[in-house]
C-alpha cells in the first residue's frame, strides 16, 4: 500500500517513514505544500497524511486542491492544531480523518487501516475469489 505523507518538520517526517514502512507501507514524502499537491495530482495513492502547517501552501488548501481536482483518496490530518474549529474545518475540506499532536503511532496505523479499509470497500470494482476475478466497471469475467 502506497502512501504520501506531507509533514514540514524533517524529525518527524523521517521518523513518521520509517514507522509507516516498518508496518509494510510504501512512502512518498513532502516537507511543504506545493510539494505534496504535485505528488498527489500526480502519482497513485491508497492514502495521504496531512500536515496542516507547512511552508509553501497549508494543508487545508492542499487538501481542497485534490478534492477540487476530483481525487477522492483518502486523507487524514496529522496537525498540532487541536480546537474543534479546526477539526470542523479540516473535516468539512474534504479530510476523512483528523488527528491531534501528539500522538500514538499504534492510533494512527490503526486509522489509516480503518480509512483504507473504508475506502477499498466503497472504490472496489474488482471482485476476486480464487484465481476468478469479476470487474464490475468493466463487466468482464476472468478466470483459469
Request: proline share 3%.
Amino acid at each position: 500500500m502506497k502512501l504520501m505523507l506531507a509533514e514540514d518538520e524533517p524529525g518527524l517526517s523521517r521518523a513518521l517513514t520509517a514507522i509507516l514502512q516498518h508496518s509494510d507501507y510504501e512512502v512518498d514524502t513532502a516537507l511543504d505544500g506545493l510539494t505534496a499537491l504535485e505528488n498527489l495530482l500526480t502519482n497513485d495513492y491508497d492514502a495521504a497524511i496531512l500536515d496542516i502547517m507547512m511552508p509553501g501552501m497549508d494543508g487545508i488548501e492542499v487538501l481542497k486542491r485534490t478534492r477540487a481536482a476530483g481525487n477522492r483518496l483518502p486523507i487524514i490530518m496529522l496537525t498540532a492544531k487541536s480546537e474543534v474549529s479546526d477539526k470542523v474545518e479540516g473535516l468539512d475540506a474534504g479530510a476523512n480523518d483528523y488527528l491531534t499532536k501528539p500522538f500514538a503511532a499504534k492510533e494512527l496505523l490503526a486509522r489509516i487501516r480503518a480509512m483504507t479499509r473504508a475506502a477499498t470497500a466503497i472504490d472496489a470494482t474488482t471482485l476476486s475469489v480464487g484465481n476468478v476475478r469479476l470487474d464490475t466497471a468493466a463487466c468482464t469475467l476472468v478466470g483459469p
